[in-house]
C-alpha cells in the first residue's frame, strides 16, 4: 500500500497543541472520519480505472462495473470530499454567508481577502455543476471501450458534449475522454486544492483557545487519520509524472508518496 499524507493532518495537529474543544466535538470527529474516507475512496476509484486501462481482458471482465455507473460514482466522491471539507472550515472559521449567495464565491473572498496564494475554483464548479446535472437528469455519461482503453463523454439531450476538449484527457483531435487520465488529473487538482485549503484554514485558526479541553477520546485515533493510504499503481504515477512534466494548468503539483 502505498499512502499520502491527509491533507488535514497539520490543522488537526494544530487543535490539539492548543488544546482546542472542538476535537470533543462528536460531530467534528465524524466529519473528519468521512473525509478521510471519502478522499480514499476517490483514489480507489480512479486507480482502479487506471489499472484496468490497457488490459484488453480486464477491461471485458469488469465492463459491466467500470461503466456509466463507476464514473459517476467518483464524481460524486470527489464532490463529497470538496462539500465536507467546507463543512470543516466552516466549523472551524464560522465562515458567513457570501454576499453572493454561494460557498464558492465566499471561499474565493476568503481566500483573497487573507491568503497569499491564490486558488481558482473554476474547475471546482464546473465539476460540481456536471455531477448535480447528472444526478438530477439533464446529461448521461456514455462510455466507450475501444483500444483496450475506457473512454466516455457526457452529452446532454441534444447529444452535445458537455465536457470541453482537453490537451490531457482528451483523444488527440477526438471529444472522447480518457478515463484515467480524465480522473487523475482531477484527483490530483482536488488533493492539491485541499492541501492549501486547510492550509489557509489553519493559518486563521486562534492560537491558544481560551475554553481549553483535553479532549482524550479524541487521542487515540489522531494518529488514525494521519494518512490516506491505497493500493500502488504504477499507471497512476505515471500519469501525474507527465501532468508535471507538461506543466498543465501551469503549476507543479504536489504529491509526497510513502
Not at 465566499?106 to 481566500?111: M, N, S, V
Amino acid at each position: 500500500m502505498n499512502k499520502i499524507i491527509n491533507p488535514i493532518y497539520n490543522t488537526i495537529v494544530n487543535l490539539q497543541q492548543n488544546n482546542n474543544c472542538i476535537l470533543d466535538n462528536s460531530d467534528f470527529q465524524m466529519l473528519l472520519k468521512n473525509f478521510q474516507s471519502n478522499l480514499k475512496r476517490v483514489f480507489l476509484g480512479t486507480i482502479l480505472i487506471s489499472e484496468i486501462q490497457n488490459d484488453n481482458e480486464a477491461i471485458q471482465k469488469y465492463s459491466d462495473i467500470i461503466g456509466a455507473e463507476f464514473i459517476e460514482y467518483v464524481y460524486q466522491k470527489i464532490t463529497t470530499v470538496w462539500d465536507i471539507s467546507y463543512q470543516i472550515g466552516n466549523m472551524l472559521l464560522d465562515l458567513k454567508k457570501s454576499k453572493n449567495g454561494n460557498k464558492y464565491s465566499l471561499l474565493q473572498e476568503e481566500f483573497d481577502k487573507k491568503s497569499q496564494k491564490k486558488i481558482d475554483f473554476k474547475w471546482y464548479k464546473q465539476l460540481s455543476d456536471l455531477r448535480n446535472r447528472l444526478t438530477h437528469g439533464g446529461l448521461n455519461i456514455i462510455p466507450f471501450f475501444t483500444d483496450n482503453r475506457i473512454k466516455f463523454q457526457i452529452y446532454n439531450n441534444d447529444v452535445d458534449e458537455s465536457i470541453e476538449y482537453n490537451d490531457f484527457y482528451n483523444e488527440k483531435d477526438n471529444q472522447l475522454i480518457y478515463a484515467d487520465y480524465y480522473f487523475t488529473y482531477y484527483t490530483v487538482l482536488l488533493y492539491n486544492y485541499l492541501c492549501d485549503f486547510f492550509n489557509f484554514v489553519n493559518s486563521q485558526l486562534p492560537i491558544n483557545a481560551i475554553n481549553s479541553c483535553q479532549h482524550p477520546t479524541f487521542a487515540a485515533i489522531i494518529e488514525q487519520l494521519k494518512y490516506i493510504d491505497f493500493p500502488k499503481s504504477e499507471n497512476f504515477f505515471l500519469l501525474i509524472e507527465n501532468m508535471n512534466k507538461n506543466n498543465y494548468n501551469n503549476q507543479k503539483y504536489n504529491f509526497s508518496i510513502s
